[in-house]
């Protein structure tokens, strides 16, 4: 179960939970079932950090490869312009070309290497809007337990609303 399950269980557990007699905006919550949700997102925010650090892990990756065909396609370019450029028949054409083929390799590389990027930046990008929402529903659905559990006639409190109160 996932981070976003257990708090849409969490939800259904407020909206089924009974209304306390004279107050419809108070409700009576199975605590036990509860702290269980709560546990149960405890554990599973490991797993979420630790994709976060897997999607890390392979945009490194990604950037070392792209470094390394980078590397590799401007080897084989200078050794081809090396070839080329020991003919002396062919030497003034040879040098163009070596020019011509380090460059394409260069904008080649370049483009690799940017799309690597923007690739790593989008992945850090959703995995942060993921952490974000996990963050504001578990934020969200802490202040409605906490909210509950201040208002709850179940831990002694008399709200101002209560018949009691007018007594006092």
């Known amino acids: 179960m996932n981070i976003d399950e257990i708090l849409e269980e969490m939800d259904e557990l407020l909206d089924k939970s009974t209304s306390v007699p ?4 108070k409700k009576i919550v199975d605590g036990e079932r509860m702290r269980e949700l709560i546990n149960d997102i405890r554990l599973n925010l490991p797993h979420e950090l630790k994709e976060a650090k897997k999607i890390e892990y392979d945009c490194q990756r990604i950037l070392n490869e792209a470094r390394l065909n980078a590397e590799g396609t401007i080897r084989r370019a200078e050794e081809r312009a090396a070839q080329i450029a020991s003919r ?36 850090l990008n959703d995995a942060e809007a993921v952490h974000e929402k996990s963050l504001s529903d578990i934020k969200r659905t802490k202040e409605k ?22 007594r006092n």
């Open 22 to 25: 004279f107050i419809s905006h």
């Open 145 to 166: 337990l906490q909210h509950t559990l201040k208002n709850s006639p179940a831990f002694g409190k008399i709200t101002s609303n209560s018949p009691d109160s007018d």
């Open 88 to 123: 002396e028949a062919i030497v003034t054409e040879a040098k163009k070309k070596a020019i011509e083929i380090l460059k394409k390799a260069q904008e080649q590389a370049a483009a690799v290497q940017k799309g690597a990027a923007l690739s790593i930046a989008q992945m």
